[in-house]
């Protein structure tokens, strides 16, 4: 018997599932919530969800009972979105950076600004400065046309601003307790409280897996191994969707490099997905700032070095002086960018189609890759947030060092002290060329490492069922699929080979899974989920919960 055709795993068949959801945040609930969506936002236009509301409500025909999918929610912390929770509480995220049309809610685009206006909570949004623009008339649009020598980002601005006026109440930001109110709305309506259950997955495989109690031998199924409550915990899946982040593989650079402790029980190097020469999240003197969201703020520091450009940095730098930092140093490699999102605005303005085709329609996925940074382009922090900075500048208690790199950083345990000697090109005086800088402790504030090979769970599944990786990222399908053979999907950064730059934040999060949706209910028509689920009225039921069915609510009660 082949290795694709081996039982892998038996399991119970309370522990035997149509879809599990690894991970249990933003994007984990978008997919949840549009499986149980019978009328997406994507397939119905405003007039149809008023008709269809209209009869639903006032219609005596009885809905037809159908047959939930069997879900769950994997996760190691439990509950939905709970390191999104921590994380915005340990940063002290008042606001957040999306605009209001980036959410989990699969049934109207515009759901978070009609929760927000129905709870009277406008109080919480805050615009988005110097992105609504007027358009321009014919005679500006005709001048700026006469201009010679106009490079193409000026050519594309002849046109008019990239977002129009009326356009305006979604670039607004959503207070951080107005967005989790209104999770915790999607939640409830779609009956999602009871799904997730406390987990750490620490191995997946694809094969036959047995339920013991039926008749049938086995289904081509996941076979998951999770670590639950201190005991191993053996679940299985028919589908399986991936929504873990970046995998928690901090990225620190190479000069913070303690040896790593070894655990004395298995003898191998914590963390062993960084390698074994890797810098340690956490460690005497420093840490990554993923750290600080399970850790309390380092006490008795008076000097601070904070590495990195992004808006994370720059949070850390309001949270270190709010917990009585006298001085801090922002580290910069490049220049300080400032913008209201993380990408573009032409991938979110009126010309995102244009800047999408460009992207879907290049068949190299290096190439893709390129588009996704050059869309990024790098770290970048919103504009209230500089202005925060540029106070604590005026204030002395901030010196913003950019076009700076380490040279070389030494520890010395005795004094507590970091000698760090960089390399600048900073225009402040006496900041530029070589110079040596004395901190008490330094956080990494550099983000995480895309990279789908050092997930250790996924190791097996590699081995047997291999995927193309370019830069990190796996090569699958459009319909975010590992394979055509293999229903395991990806959302969050891993797909962004196929969604594009903004698949890493709530931007990716509905049209990830309206596709995976949608491969769902193709894969329910082709029968390729056999087996248990194969009964005619159930997979029927399947069909209708996870597309819709468009007539149903026009039937006439024909026997009235």
Not at 205 to 220: A, P, T
Not at 304 to 333: E, M, P, W, Y
Not at 359 to 368: S, T, V
Not at 415 to 440: A, F, I, Y
Request: hydrophobic share 35%; net charge positive; glycine share 6%.
């Amino acid at each position: 018997m082949s290795a694709l055709h081996s039982i892998c795993q038996a399991v119970e068949p309370e522990d035997f599932y149509d879809l599990i959801i690894v991970g249990a945040g933003p994007h984990a609930l978008a997919v949840a919530a549009r499986l149980y969506e019978e009328t997406p936002s994507s397939l119905y236009t405003d007039v149809e969800h008023q008709r269809l509301h209209w009869l639903r409500r006032y219609s005596t025909v009885p809905c037809r009972a159908c047959a939930p999918p069997r879900v769950l929610v994997l996760d190691r912390l439990g509950g939905w979105m709970t390191q999104w929770d921590r994380q915005f509480k340990a940063y002290d995220i008042k606001h957040l950076r999306s605009p209001m049309f980036f959410h989990p809610d699969p049934r109207d685009l515009d759901s978070l600004v009609a929760y927000a206006e129905a709870e009277g909570r406008q109080a919480e949004l805050v615009e988005i400065n110097g992105v609504v623009g007027k358009e321009l008339s014919k005679h500006c649009r005709k001048c700026r046309q006469k201009n010679k020598g106009k490079s193409a980002i000026t050519r594309r601005q002849s046109l008019g601003v990239a977002v129009n006026e009326r356009s305006r109440q979604d670039y607004f930001t959503p207070s951080t307790k107005l967005f989790r109110d209104f999770c915790d709305d999607v939640i409830s309506r779609y009956r999602l409280e009871n799904f997730v259950q406390q987990g750490t997955v620490t191995e997946v495989r694809y094969g036959h897996v047995h339920i013991k109690s039926e008749k049938h031998l086995s289904h081509d199924a996941f076979a998951l191994t999770v670590e639950q409550n201190g005991q191993t915990v053996h679940f299985g899946s028919r589908a399986l969707v991936l929504a873990t982040g970046a995998g928690a593989i901090p990225s620190i650079p190479s000069v913070l490099n303690p040896t790593p402790k070894r655990n004395r029980a298995t003898k191998h190097t914590q963390h062993t997905q960084h390698g074994p020469n890797s810098p340690l999240p956490q460690h005497e003197g420093y840490c990554h700032s993923s750290a600080l969201v399970t850790k309390p703020f380092p006490q008795n520091v008076r000097t601070l070095a904070i590495i990195g450009g992004g808006l994370t940095s720059a949070q850390i730098v309001n949270l270190a002086l709010k917990h009585g930092v006298k001085k801090v140093f922002l580290l910069c490699r490049s220049h300080l960018k400032v913008k209201p999102f993380d990408v573009d605005l032409d991938w979110l303005g009126k010309y995102q189609n244009v800047q999408k085709m460009a992207f879907w329609q290049e068949d190299d996925p290096e190439a893709r890759v390129k588009q996704i940074r050059g869309a990024r382009n790098g770290g970048s922090i919103t504009p209230p947030y500089h202005k925060i900075l540029k106070e604590h500048v005026k204030g002395g208690k901030l010196e913003i060092l950019t076009e700076t790199e380490i040279q070389a950083a030494a520890w010395d345990p005795k004094q507590k002290r970091w000698q760090l000697e960089l390399m600048s090109k900073c225009t402040l005086p006496n900041h530029s060329g070589n110079m040596s800088l004395q901190v008490d402790y330094i956080v990494s504030a550099t983000g995480s490492t895309m990279s789908i090979e050092s997930l250790p769970f996924l190791q097996n599944l590699q081995a047997s069922h291999p995927v193309g990786v370019v830069c990190g990222f796996p090569h699958i399908t459009d319909d975010l699929q590992w394979n055509e053979e293999v229903p395991l999907f990806m959302v969050g950064g891993y797909a962004a080979l196929q969604l594009g730059p903004g698949a890493f934040n709530l931007a990716g999060s509905r049209e990830a899974a309206e596709r995976i949706a949608n491969r769902l209910n193709v894969l329910w028509k082709e029968s390729v989920f056999a087996g248990a689920s194969a009964d005619a009225d159930y997979r029927n039921a399947m069909e209708e919960l996870v597309v819709g069915n468009r007539y149903a609510a026009f039937a006439e009660d024909i026997t009235a």
